[in-house]
């Protein structure tokens, strides 16, 4: 069974700086994305940031690039997101994700088969 358990979000002021975690069992597939998306209340849900999980290679939303940066740990099997410089627009619920084989459509969520819970994030001005 494959779970996605994410942690670390919370309440920080703006410019502060938070570190969520993914924790993945039951899913170690090569040629996988492992992403972050985010929905804030009334809006739709959208991709945060990504990491391929075995050439590591990264995509960043536009709004996010320069402040946020995603990185895996093969070995515990997570991902995290270091967001830092936060925004009162980075309030959401963060979700992690992951879809095998890696999508072409990476951006969308309907191409991801497996999610967590997700996590609040509030930034407040």
């Known amino acids: 069974e494959v779970q996605l358990v994410e942690s670390g979000g919370g309440l920080v002021q703006a410019g502060g700086s938070l570190r969520l975690t993914c924790a993945i069992t039951g899913f170690t597939y090569d040629d996988a994305a492992i992403a972050w998306f985010r929905q804030a209340p009334g809006k739709e849900r959208e991709e945060v940031s990504l990491?391929?999980?075995?050439?590591?290679?990264?995509y960043y939303a536009e709004g996010v690039r320069g402040r946020f940066t995603i990185s895996r740990d093969r070995a515990k099997n997570t991902v995290s997101l270091q967001m830092n410089s936060l925004k009162p627009e980075d309030t959401a619920v963060y979700y992690c994700?992951?879809?095998?084989?890696?999508?072409?459509?990476?951006?969308?969520?309907?191409?991801?088969?497996?999610w967590g819970q997700g996590t609040q994030v509030t930034v407040s001005s």
């Open positions: 990491v391929h999980s075995v050439d590591g290679s990264k």
């Open positions: 994700a992951a879809a095998h084989p890696f999508p072409i459509n990476y951006y969308l969520t309907e191409s991801y088969e497996y």
